[in-house]
């Protein structure tokens, strides 16, 4: 939120469209920016991401080949190999650890400055959220794929419309777990310290969005709880499923649409809790 061009205009309903897309358009390109300038940082990261991918590679495939049908949870050797070094790639896209900003500017006071900004702050958030997952599709998400492609075999999709389905489904990841970022950033409204929320988020959403194993290794009826009753799975899981082809075209479909109602529910609920936030914010020594 720093550093943002002040004569940003206003989003609000009332303005023309074209304005609102311009200035959405403008934070999202600052929030490229931003993370253009960190070029050390998102060198050793993908080198980190790509290390992971290794590890978790062999022991998926290891997996795979002590499995009585050699398919477990109903992939294939390919399908787990893509399958890891989307997940890889996606890790940095969907910003799943690490995001502390809201929290951080709530504990110091600085959020008072967000709310006398013409831009509400959940758009305030998303739109340089978008401009960063787009800087890390280039530098995050790419190396580790295409070092995945040089030292395993990857499953190439067979359905054309497999890669724009994906494309829509990395952006609801994106839009999603901003939303929930958001959420658990928030609790900062009310305790002051949203360490604790954070430290939770942090431990349980690589289980649940499939970071670690994909969710179709758990038991049917608990996967599909997961998968229905939570956004989890659609920030990691949902997006390695729709390449890997690993439903039907309808199955696959419904999974995106699935990700796209919980992406509105999520902005929905973030805007409502900050609307209630708002109401009883204090600054400390103000």
Known sequence: MDGLDARVPEISPGRPFREWVTTFGALSWSGFRR?????????????TN?????????????VAAGATDAKPGGY?????????????GLLTVVALWGWTELADRIRSGDVTADLLRP???????LAPDLGRAAH?????????LAV????????????WFTVPLLAVSILLAVIGSLGLRFLVNATAYWLHDARGPITLWTLSAGILAGLYFPLRFLPDWLAVTFWVATPFPGLLQTPADVLVER??????????????????VLLALAAYVQRRAEKRLVAQGG
């Open 136 to 144: 890390a599709m280039i530098f995050r998400f790419l190396p580790p």
């Open 50 to 62: 790509i290390v992971f991918g290794f590890l978790r590679c062999y022991v998926l495939l290891a």
């Open 119 to 125: 831009v509400h702050p959940v758009i305030g958030y």
């Open 35 to 47: 993370f253009a300038t960190y070029r050390q940082a998102t060198i050793a990261g993908s080198f």
């Open 247 to 264: 439903d039907p075209p309808l199955m696959q479909a419904g999974l995106v649409a699935l990700q796209a109602v919980w992406a509105v």
């Open 148 to 159: 995945g492609a040089i030292f395993f075999d990857l499953y190439a999709p067979e359905r």
């Open 76 to 88: 294939d050797a390919e399908q787990l190999a893509t399958y890891v070094w989307v997940g890889q």
